[in-house]
């Protein structure tokens, strides 16, 4: 379960950073414009961010209404700075419990969906708020999302003896689970398809920094583990393990998701 408050808090205090250490994202926001299959006249951006992707869509859709949402309100305030004085309207808000009242062309979120509680009631709710013929179109990540990482903490786990199921942040689902869950909500054919993006980090140190600087820490409730001499077991299996010419590797498991209405 992923806890909104800290969600909300952790993204509004690294609006600053995001768009220095957010590249992977930002190949993500280019690839959904790649895809955009209509011309719309009215669009919704949810978890609009710092406003790189609704730049561009203001930029390839200057007559179209743009309505902005995102949780944390840092994000919304380097967002309007961004696009300065702009006729977009900014929504501050969870989009699992605000209310949609206007119909869309275009319904549009990049990097977003992973921090869904209620995916399936969600993309409900989104395709039923689509116009006929609109399109829904959505990236997220996928369960080999940073596989390294999680290998490294399980080989950690097993060498302190630890059995208890502990995880080190959250865990994604595979792109058959998206698929299902998107045609059990819209009772639709639904594309989706996905792709790999590895980074490379001086240290394994420098990976975590990356993620805090994004606000993409552990956002999730329930037990997970501490202890420092699990960490530094992890930091070591990591570097032994998934480095590269010197740098350690992360991977992003980036999928993909076109629903028309």
Not at 47 to 57: A, D, I, N, S, V
Not at 159 to 187: D, K, M, S, Y
Not at 228 to 239: A, H, N
Request: hydrophobic share 40%; proline share 2%; charged share 20%.
């Amino acid at each position: 379960m992923i806890d909104k408050q800290l969600v909300q808090k952790r993204f509004s205090e690294r609006a600053s950073t995001y768009d220095q250490f957010a590249s992977v994202q930002k190949t993500m926001a280019n690839e959904l414009m790649r895809r955009i299959a209509v011309l719309p006249k009215t669009i919704l951006e949810i978890g609009c961010g710092t406003g790189y992707l609704t730049e561009k869509l203001r930029q390839a859709f200057p007559e179209a209404s743009i309505t902005a949402v995102d949780i944390a309100e840092g994000m919304i305030a380097v967002a309007k700075a961004r696009l300065g004085g702009s006729d977009i309207v900014w929504r501050c808000g969870d989009i699992e419990a605000m209310g949609i009242e206007e119909r869309y062309d275009l319904i549009i979120s990049n990097a977003t969906f992973q921090w869904l509680n209620e995916a399936e009631r969600t993309i409900t709710r989104l395709f039923s708020s689509l116009n006929e013929g609109g399109q829904l179109l959505f990236s997220t990540f996928g369960a080999q999302t940073f596989h390294e990482l999680h290998t490294s903490f399980q080989a950690s786990l097993q060498q302190h003896r630890i059995t208890e199921a502990l995880r080190i942040g959250p865990t994604f689902p595979t792109l058959v689970e998206w698929l299902a869950c998107c045609e059990r909500a819209t009772n639709t054919v639904v594309f989706g398809n996905e792709t790999f993006i590895v980074e490379h980090f001086p240290s394994v140190r420098d990976f975590f920094l990356s993620l805090r600087h994004i606000g993409a820490t552990n956002s999730t409730t329930g037990r997970y583990c501490q202890r420092p001499s699990v960490f530094k077991t992890l930091v070591r299996e990591y570097e032994e393990r998934f480095s590269e010419d010197g740098a350690i590797c992360a991977t992003y498991h980036c999928l993909f998701f076109d629903i028309t209405r």
